[in-house]
């Protein structure tokens, strides 16, 4: 009978054990899921902040500052509220637009690739060219590719590298304040 008490308690441990691996691993997919989230509002208020850093040719200085952004992104909610809340160079209406494919990209001043879209990268740069688009990813390897701007993590901080080969390629101009933040590439 002895024995099997402790069967049973070591059978309770066990559970006991193999709950709390549970709950633990729970909380790490929940505060993974929620840095995830947080990540897409600090991108947003950097791709802000790039409003102010970044310069545009003089063609691309007028009417609406517009944003694309391919496919369904979390970021696209985040970036609306900022456009509902701010303006740039003073007047400027933001306009956050989603678009499915590289085919409908147009005269904008920047373009998101999420990392889900990250597979269409060359077919974005073929359709972007030369025009002064400011184009910025969220996947590894992507500002090698010739996106302008890529989103990384860097000593678990969000970080971003700047292609300033890709960024002349559009005549844009980057200030100094923004290339002594950047990882540059």
């Not at 947080?38 to 791709?47: A, E, L």
């Not at 009417?63 to 952004?69: N, P, R, Y």
């Amino acid at each position: 009978m002895d024995g099997h008490i402790f069967a049973c308690l070591s059978k309770k441990r066990y559970n006991y054990q193999s709950m709390k691996k549970s709950l633990l691993l729970l909380a790490l997919i929940l505060s993974s899921t929620q840095v995830f989230s947080q990540s897409h509002k600090y991108q947003s208020v950097f791709i802000f902040s790039f409003t102010r850093y970044v310069q545009w040719p003089d063609a691309y200085n007028q009417g609406d500052f517009e944003i694309l952004v391919l496919g369904d992104c979390p970021i696209l909610e985040e970036l609306k509220a900022m456009a509902a809340a701010k303006k740039v160079q003073g007047d400027r209406t933001i306009k956050v637009t989603k678009i499915n494919s590289p085919s409908e990209i147009r005269k904008c001043n920047m373009l998101y690739v999420p990392s889900a879209k990250s597979n269409q990268i060359e077919g974005v740069l073929a359709k972007v060219g030369t025009q002064s688009i400011l184009v910025i990813t969220e996947e590894p390897g992507l500002g090698a590719k010739g996106s302008d701007i890529n989103f990384i993590v860097k000593d678990g901080k969000l970080a971003f590298e700047l292609n300033q080969g890709a960024v002349g390629k559009q005549s844009l101009k980057v200030s100094i304040e923004l290339t002594r933040l950047a990882v540059i590439i």
